[in-house]
């Protein structure tokens, strides 16, 4: 049995939950409604205020969906109550973030700065100028948008500069010796 998938996902007040006959699960809580399609050979079970997945077999694949599923839907309820947020730190002389509007302007070391708009669902909060936080409801959108902020300038080696994230650790190399 699938350790993951076996767990039944507790559902906290004001959220609910309901599948429709093509399998898709849509969530509706506190924070918004978000929605997801599940393998055709997974059984999702909503009962009072549980959800559970159920697998067919316990072929390998079969396991795979299993576990997989079930942090889906976990993941979309945890959403619509509580949110997702990675933080982003800037560290570079001069590098810095600032919000105009929807979008996020990055001064990063290039001669142009750097523009990412926000997209549904995900939004941008600086609190400081080294400082960078994408909240939102959906993990996987929150999590891309996080990468692509991060891309704009990663952390080089030598000297730490750049965007990471907050728990991120750089490995850091020695620069050339003079002989």
Do not use: C
């Amino acid at each position: 049995m699938s350790r993951i998938g076996r767990l039944p996902i507790q559902l906290p007040g004001g959220v609910t939950v309901s599948v429709n006959a093509d399998n898709t699960v849509d969530v509706k809580g506190p924070k918004g409604q978000l929605s997801q399609k599940i393998h055709k050979d997974m059984r999702v079970v909503v009962e009072g205020n549980t959800v559970l997945v159920e697998r067919p077999t316990d072929s390998k694949p079969h396991k795979s969906l299993h576990g997989l599923s079930r942090s889906l839907i976990n993941n979309m309820v945890e959403g619509v109550t509580k949110g997702f947020e990675k933080v982003l730190e800037v560290n570079g002389v001069g590098y810095r973030a600032q919000k105009q509007g929807k979008k996020l302007i990055l001064t990063v070391g290039y001669s142009h700065p750097v523009e990412i708009s926000e997209e549904d669902g995900v939004e941008f909060e600086v609190p400081a100028p080294n400082r960078i936080i994408v909240k939102g409801i959906d993990k996987q959108k929150v999590g891309a948008m996080a990468a692509r902020v991060r891309a704009a300038r990663e952390p080089e080696p030598y000297k730490g500069k750049g965007i990471k994230y907050e728990n991120e650790r750089i490995l850091r190399k020695e620069g050339k010796t003079g002989s």
